[in-house]
Structures are given as C-alpha cells and as structure tokens.
C-alpha cells in the first residue's frame, strides 16, 4: 500500500524556525512536493525534490533522502501569514503518475 | 511560478442540472491535469487524470459519466457535473503538471453549491 505520515499539527512563534517532516512507504518513487494550503483555498506550490539532498527557496527550503524513504520542509523567520496546512505528497510512477497526498500538517505560528 | 486558472470562482445550480469548470495552464504547456474535490477539513480527492487527446482515467468510485471530462489541448481541461445533486457540492480543484522542471500547480479551486 501507500502511506505517508506527517505530524497532525504543529505550533511555533513568530521568527522562529520551524521543520515539519514527512515519510513515506509507497511502490515507487518519481519525486516529492510540498504544498501550503490556507484554509478555503487552493494548495499552493512550495517545492519539489526528487534528488536527495537540500533544496532552497528564500525561506522555504526542502530535504529528500531517498533512501530513508524521508523529506522534511524547513520554514525560517516564520512570520503570522505562514499558519496554514502544509502537504506532502508524493509522484509514484511515472512523469504522469497522480500525487499521493499525505494528510497534511496544521501549523499555528503565534506571536 | 506558473499560474493555472480556474472559472467560475463559485457556482450555484440547481439540482439537476449540469455545470461546467474550465481549467487552463495560463504560461506553460501542460502534460497532464488532474481533477480534484475536497470536502471541508478533509483531504484533497483524485477524481480522475487527464492527458491531452486521451479519454481521461478515473478514480475508483467516480462516475466517468456523471464527471464528464475533456482535454482539448495542453492548457486547457474541463470537468463537466452532470444532473447536480446537493452531495456534488463540493470543492473543486484542477492541476497541471509541466514536464520540465517538474513542477504541479494547483488551479484556485471553484466552490460548487446545489441547491
């Protein structure tokens, strides 16, 4: 089967850093995204990793190890707008294969 | 990064009629576009997959008929509900994934009410 587990929920304060991580047993591997998704709209692109190793996007930067079957998403100098949903989801076959979502991650970031 | 439209925004019908969602890669070519719903507070649903000149392949438990879906070309997808029911009214969301770099866009989504 497929199974990708991230945290339910998680909380941090403003300007702080924050990792949310994600790991995943599926039937094949083709790459890994990260979405944010606030509530009522639409999941909003963040990354994608399908090399092991450190991607780096302004504050959002994303880890993939293949092997460990494990991504996580670091969020530095977290600022209020940044509480949302964050997805995990995975390409398992092919270039056109579907996203394998994870249940996604409540993150709260409070003053 | 790239942008995927999505029309209408929100809808109202009437039960029993049809309505229909465009969903368009607005700068890149898209290789495959993927139909989700979403109901409140849950998780994103496949619905079905489409390539450009090809019947679309469908998520078990979908109706291929009661979700009639064309891809007429590379940027352009719709997803057509047929005789609405009020259990329809959902979330609607469209994808498009560009080859090169890999990268997939979620569409605004478009809030379906039945009445």
């Known amino acids: 089967g497929q199974n990708i587990d991230q945290p339910t929920e998680m909380t941090a304060t403003e300007g702080a850093i924050v990792q949310i991580n994600c790991t995943y047993q599926t039937s094949g591997f083709n790459g890994l995204f990260w979405y944010q998704q606030h509530a009522g709209e639409a999941p909003t692109f963040l990354s994608y990793?399908?090399?092991?190793g450190l991607e780096e996007k302004g504050r959002f930067s994303s880890f993939l190890s293949r092997s460990k079957g494990y991504s996580y998403l670091l969020l530095k100098e977290l600022q209020m707008k940044d509480s949302a949903s964050y997805l995990c989801?995975?390409?398992?076959?092919?270039?056109?294969?579907?996203?394998?979502f994870g249940k996604g991650t409540k993150l709260s970031v409070k003053p | 990064g790239a942008v995927v439209s999505q029309h209408p925004s929100r809808v109202i019908c009437k039960s029993g009629t049809s309505v229909k969602i465009e969903c368009r890669s607005l700068?890149?070519?898209?290789?495959?576009m993927f139909w989700y719903r979403q109901f409140p507070k849950q998780s994103l649903m496949l619905m079905a997959t489409s390539n450009e000149g090809s019947k679309a392949t469908y998520e078990q438990g979908v109706e291929k008929d009661k979700f009639l879906i064309n891809h007429a070309s590379l940027t352009l997808s719709t997803l057509t509900v047929t005789s609405a029911h009020p259990e329809d009214s959902s979330f609607y969301i469209c994808s498009a994934r560009r080859a090169s770099p890999t990268e997939q866009y979620f569409g605004p989504g478009t809030r379906l009410t039945v009445t």
């Open positions: 989801a995975v390409i398992t076959r092919g270039s056109q294969g579907n996203l394998i």
């Open positions: 700068d890149f070519q898209a290789t495959t």
């Open positions: 990793n399908v090399l092991d």
